[in-house]
């Protein structure tokens, strides 16, 4: 079929071995070849999965801290209001 439509296109027919053709059709191993950044392969997905705790992380830790900050903050404010 594609040896046909090749032929057909092109003039020729195109030599594609017969194994070479199925790997690059397996979906399996298309998505093993797609491993950069933002892509499905499972090492890719792991890392992005790795990197998005670690950010996570980080902001959980940051609000905390804003959140003790705006505590104290509001005490203090209410004091000086009731000081008044």
């Known amino acids: 079929m594609i040896n046909a439509a090749t032929e057909k296109k092109l ?3 195109l030599i594609i071995p017969v194994t070479k053709l ?3 059709l397996d ?3 298309s998505v093993q070849r797609k491993s950069g950044t933002g892509m499905p392969a499972p090492t890719a997905v792991e890392q992005m999965i ?3 705790k670690k950010s ?3 902001q959980q830790t940051w609000l905390a801290t804003q959140k003790v ?3 104290t903050a509001a005490n203090q404010l209410q004091k000086l209001a009731k000081d008044y």
């Open 69 to 71: 900050y705006l505590a």
């Open 27 to 29: 979906p399996v191993k």
């Open 11 to 13: 003039g020729h027919a």
């Open 50 to 52: 790795s990197n998005g």
């Open 22 to 24: 199925a790997e690059a």
């Open 56 to 58: 996570l992380a980080t």
